[in-house]
């Protein structure tokens, strides 16, 4: 495997991951049953992608990204921050497009760098893109 594809496919596997420790902390505040059911599909999107990545590198015996204590923890402070004063739906739908922005943002600066990888691995990460994409459109009518 090229350590381009290798990168990639980390990179799908950070952002999945971080989004569904997002989603798993954030979802005790959550009040609308609506928003609910739609984190819990995003948690299964997620899940799926992170998979699909995770397949890939373990099959070709690549290094698989670990996500630390203190990322985690970083996580679950911002979130529990930034809903302290206010959790509401609109709130939650707030932080969660934001967090879909920066795993894009994060995606699109890792496919720019990483150039030379297949098509398979290439192929995942824009499934992740075009996954937070959507979910970001289905949010907004949260706000």
């Given at each position: 495997?090229?350590?381009?594809?290798?990168?990639?496919?980390?990179?799908?596997?950070?952002?999945?991951?971080?989004?569904?420790?997002?989603?798993n902390?954030?979802?005790?505040?959550?009040?609308?049953?609506?928003?609910?059911?739609?984190?819990?599909?995003?948690?299964?999107?997620?899940?799926?992608?992170?998979?699909?990545?995770?397949?890939?590198?373990?099959?070709?015996r690549?290094?698989e990204y670990?996500?630390?204590?203190?990322?985690?923890?970083?996580?679950?402070?911002?979130?529990?921050?930034?809903?302290f004063?206010?959790?509401?739906?609109?709130?939650?739908?707030?932080?969660?497009?934001q967090?879909?922005?920066?795993?894009?943002?994060?995606?699109?600066?890792?496919?720019?760098?990483?150039?030379?990888?297949?098509?398979?691995?290439?192929?995942?990460?824009?499934?992740?893109?075009?996954?937070?994409?959507?979910?970001?459109?289905?949010?907004?009518?949260?706000?």
């Amino acid at each position: 495997m090229k350590k381009d594809d290798q990168e990639i496919l980390k990179e799908v596997q950070k952002n999945s991951s971080m989004a569904i420790n997002a989603i798993n902390t954030i979802s005790e505040k959550v009040h609308d049953n609506a928003l609910q059911q739609e984190l819990s599909k995003q948690k299964l999107w997620y899940s799926v992608i992170q998979n699909k990545a995770t397949d890939r590198l373990q099959n070709e015996r690549a290094e698989e990204y670990h996500t630390s204590a203190m990322q985690d923890l970083m996580l679950k402070g911002g979130i529990q921050m930034n809903t302290f004063t206010n959790c509401s739906t609109s709130k939650i739908a707030e932080l969660m497009i934001q967090g879909s922005n920066r795993g894009i943002t994060s995606m699109w600066k890792s496919m720019n760098h990483h150039q030379n990888s297949g098509n398979l691995s290439m192929e995942v990460a824009k499934e992740l893109v075009d996954f937070e994409q959507k979910s970001i459109a289905r949010l907004k009518k949260f706000l």
